[in-house]
């Protein structure tokens, strides 16, 4: 299910509301999963990996860094490089704009 698009998209504005709450962040055994099942290069990881810039403690960065993908670290790593010096509270997922993790095949079939 989730190599179609459509599905992603509507997953993808529900981690978007559940970005909103700030409470958490995906857990490692989530992100190892995704890591696995989505492609690397999709939207969805994109969110999850800015969401994890955003909200995730260095302690909690510590305790997971060793267990999460290769992949996905470096991805931080990029994110906390081209974002530095911007406000935390811009970088969170949920201040982005609806449409910058979503998939759509044309500017004319972005959400309105
Ligand atoms: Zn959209």
């Given at each position: 299910m989730l190599q179609d698009v459509n599905f992603r998209n509507a997953v993808i504005t529900e981690l978007m509301c559940i970005c909103k709450t700030g409470n958490t962040i995906p857990s490692l055994r989530s992100i190892t999963y995704m890591w696995e099942v989505?492609?690397?290069?999709?939207k969805m990881v994109e969110l999850i990996a800015e969401y994890w810039a955003a909200e995730c403690s260095t302690e909690e960065f510590d305790n997971s860094v060793e267990m999460l993908p290769g992949g996905f670290v470096k991805m931080l790593a990029r994110i906390g490089i081209r974002d530095k010096g911007m406000s935390s509270d811009i970088r969170k997922p949920s201040k982005r704009?609806?449409?910058?993790y979503h998939e759509h095949a044309s500017e004319s079939e972005k959400c309105k």
């Open positions: 989505i492609p690397q290069n999709s704009e609806k449409c910058r």
